[in-house]
């Protein structure tokens, strides 16, 4: 169920081979279970906060503070787990 999240979060390394320069290998290695499940359920709870946001803003007709700080610490514990992985 998650195999495309599993696909975009491996990590691919490019290798020339120092005998032949023009032979090039590509490694790709998979992603723990620990990050994919981390990213997906992140995503969940981004979209579920986005949903809440909307429904508060067409229910009380003003803008939720609170919502919108839980999706920008959603959003940077995305891009945290990310760029921790591919840094």
């Known amino acids: 169920m998650l195999d495309w999240l599993r696909r975009m979060l491996a990590r691919r390394r490019v290798i020339i081979d120092d005998e032949a320069p023009r032979r090039v290998r590509v490694i790709e290695e998979e992603a723990s279970d620990s ?10 709870i981004l979209l579920a906060l986005s949903i809440l ?11 939720s503070d609170s919502i919108f700080n839980g999706i920008m610490l959603v959003i940077g514990t995305v891009l945290g787990a990310l760029w921790g992985r591919h840094g």
């Open 35 to 44: 990050l994919v499940y981390t990213i997906a359920l992140t995503l969940l």
């Open 53 to 63: 946001e909307a429904l508060y803003l067409l229910t009380f007709h003003q803008w």
